[in-house]
């Protein structure tokens, strides 16, 4: 089956530095790929999703670029903020699409 | 504005007690989907279903139990065999018309035990 590895956290940045969260994954075919934001007490929120090879998924400020050869899915972001602290999500459909796996999660905190 | 719905906020559980969670959609979608969330961990998937009147367990189904009698809705019985029911439980929905959707998520219920 499928399988997510994510970036252990948790995280602590300054304001306005840059963010990278590490995914990589393993599928069968090419499946699109979701990276989900957790604020505290909150469900998830879909962030940015990349449908195929070398597809970039913005919002937000975030990027994350399909990586088909490196089989990697980075989270970036050039200048974070305080609001941008919660927890982040890998998530890669399996063949069917019947279910997602997500990585374990990396919990960020910026301060100011 | 559609979106799902999960209630109530906060539950509380008495011993040997069984409670239910809601989750209500209104985005049309086939497929609908419990996660459970223990604090600093991932998703584990309980319970999955793709059309009415059928479903799949998932990773941890043990101690739960659930419904899926209309399309809309997709109820969770936290039932009294499971004994370590306090944790976040997660609803979420997603089309099964187009390949790759992303699911959609509710604010999630809270469950403590008594």
């Known amino acids: 089956g499928n399988s997510v590895t994510q970036m252990e956290g948790p995280v602590t940045l300054s304001e306005e530095a840059f963010l990278t969260i590490n995914c990589t994954y393993t599928a069968t075919g090419y499946p699109s790929l979701f990276w989900y934001v957790q604020y505290p007490g909150e469900g998830l929120q879909l962030l940015l999703k990349?449908?195929?090879?070398?597809d970039k998924g913005s919002n937000k400020g975030f990027e994350a670029t399909y990586r088909k050869e490196t089989t990697s899915f980075h989270l970036e972001k050039g200048s974070v903020q305080v609001s941008d602290s919660a927890v982040y999500f890998c998530a890669v459909p399996n063949f069917g699409n019947e279910k997602l796996t997500f990585g374990t999660g990396t919990r960020l905190t910026i301060i100011p | 504005d559609g979106g799902i719905t999960q209630s109530p906020k906060y539950l509380f559980r008495k011993e040997g007690q069984n409670v239910t969670l809601s989750c209500e959609q209104n985005?049309?979608?086939?497929?609908m989907y419990w996660y459970r969330q223990d604090p600093g961990q991932g998703l584990r998937l309980i319970y999955y279903?793709?059309?009415?009147?059928?479903?799949q367990k998932g990773d941890i189904a043990e101690g739960y139990s659930v419904s899926r009698e209309k399309k809309e809705s997709f109820p969770l019985t936290v039932t009294s065999a499971q004994k370590n029911p306090t944790a976040f439980y997660l609803c979420a929905s997603t089309s099964t018309g187009l390949p790759n959707q992303p699911q959609h998520f509710g604010d999630g219920t809270r469950l403590s035990i008594l």
């Open positions: 985005l049309n979608h086939d497929a």
């Open positions: 990349a449908t195929k090879a070398d």
């Open positions: 279903s793709q059309i009415v009147n059928d479903f």
